[in-house]
């Protein structure tokens, strides 16, 4: 079983930064596709970035792009997303999960495609 747990949300004023880190725990592949999503009131849980266990694939959504960064250290079993230069509409939970196959470039970003999935931590953003 794994378990998730995300750390290092917090409120900041736009554009400022935050750097967020998702603790892996348990028994999983190193074959490995670790993802940061985040979900809006009334909106619905969308990809922000995913990297995969061999560190040769990354896959970032055009709405960040330029401001954050995905990184992992699989020593730690641990993946960051370093968010700068925020905004508003940045304003979300961000939740990590994690699926035990391939960062698929079609497939990285759909919620269905992961098996398991952190608590999440509020990043809230000010103007």
């Known amino acids: 079983q794994v378990q998730l747990v995300e750390s290092g949300g917090g409120s900041v004023q736009a554009g400022g930064s935050l750097r967020l880190s998702c603790a892996a725990s348990?028994?999983?592949?190193?074959?490995?596709?670790m993802a940061w999503f985040r979900q809006a009131p009334g909106k619905e849980r969308e990809g922000v970035a995913a990297v995969h266990s061999s560190l040769d694939t990354t896959h970032i959504a055009d709405s960040v792009k330029g401001r954050f960064t995905i990184s992992r250290d699989n020593a730690k079993k641990t993946v960051y997303l370093q968010m700068n230069s925020l905004k508003p509409e940045d304003t979300a939970m961000y939740y990590c999960?994690?699926?035990?196959?391939?960062?698929?470039?079609?497939?990285?970003?759909?919620?269905?495609?992961?098996?398991?999935w952190g608590q999440g931590t509020q990043v809230t953003v000010s103007v």
């Open positions: 348990g028994s999983f592949s190193s074959n490995n596709c």
């Open positions: 999960a994690l699926t035990q196959r391939a960062c698929l470039v079609n497939y990285w970003g759909l919620t269905g495609f992961y098996h398991d």
